[in-house]
């Protein structure tokens, strides 16, 4: 007598019934003829509808990346930056600088380098990045860094 394979059958198992389960499947794939094909076939529709709705289910739950907000070409020199730090640099001067801040200008691609100690503070960068860029141009409209602590600070 086979099974009523249209019910619905749930088989909830931890790792602890794993070799269970395996020994079933052996018992199952160890009959001879129409049972086993039987058996086989019906999970094998089981497991692709399963399959199916967990890729269904999965795409429902991903991340889709967008900008936060729309960023229009500038239009002069240093009106958009972009900013980033280089870390990890051995000190090789009196002041023992061991960290650069490199700033790029979004319209000419011109870069600025400036020279940091890695514990300098947020107020510490911010006096030097303002001194350094108001000595050659307006501070920029639009600054875009990563999410470096000393940005996420008040700055």
Known sequence: MLPDFELVFNLYIDA???QVLEAGLHQI???DGEPREA???YLSRKLKDSEARFQEESRKHEKTYVLLQ????PKNSWETIKMDWVTGLVPGDKENHNSF???VDSFSKGVRCLSFQKEDTAINTEFLFCNN????CEVPKIIISSRDPKF???F
Do not use: G, R
Request: proline share 0%.
């Open 29 to 31: 794939q160890s009959l």
């Open 152 to 154: 996420t600070s008040e």
């Open 39 to 41: 058996v086989m076939s």
């Open 70 to 73: 729309h960023i229009e070409d």
């Open 133 to 136: 860029m108001e000595a050659t």
């Open 16 to 18: 602890a019934f794993s």
């Open 101 to 103: 801040l490199v700033i």
